[in-house]
């Protein structure tokens, strides 16, 4: 009975192992439980999303300053009115490496010349990080500001913000 149970408990395994493999596998880990959803699996880390800001109002010397998200003195635009997917283009933001004229470019056209028109948008890098058991910090650095015909890097921030490896 002992050989006949020990066959089954490695058919369980094995059957089990191939459904894990099935599900998981070629979902690369989207399997609730082994999800790469940074709610599941990032708790507590620091994150970096990307928000636009219209600083078109706002003095020159006031746009390129670091704040606190709750110290934000300019509107935030929303995205999606243009046509643009938030986590696309935080995605876009966050992870872009080499800030080539070509990528900064792509942000205007993202968003459409006509529709920036003579404004001045700033788009930001929004951080986030878990401070002591109960709170989070989230600060907004700007990062580039765009017009309908022309991009500016923060002058505040080292080049390696905007170039890291190979250009």
Known sequence: MNKLSAKRGLKVIG????IYA???APHEGEFWPFSIYPMFSQAGNPWTRAMVLDVTDQPADEI??????????ADAVPVGRYGVDQI?????????EN???QRRNALITMFGADEIQDQQWMVSKVKGE???QDSVAIRIVPFIK????DTELNPNLPESDYFRGAQ
């Open 64 to 73: 390129w300053e670091m704040h606190a998200l709750e110290d934000r003195t």
């Open 130 to 132: 878990l401070v002591g």
């Open 88 to 96: 696309d283009f935080s995605n876009f933001v966050s992870k872009t």
């Open 146 to 149: 765009i017009t309908a015909d």
């Open 15 to 18: 059957i089990t192992l191939l």
């Open 99 to 101: 800030w080539t004229e």
């Open 22 to 24: 099935v599900l998981v």
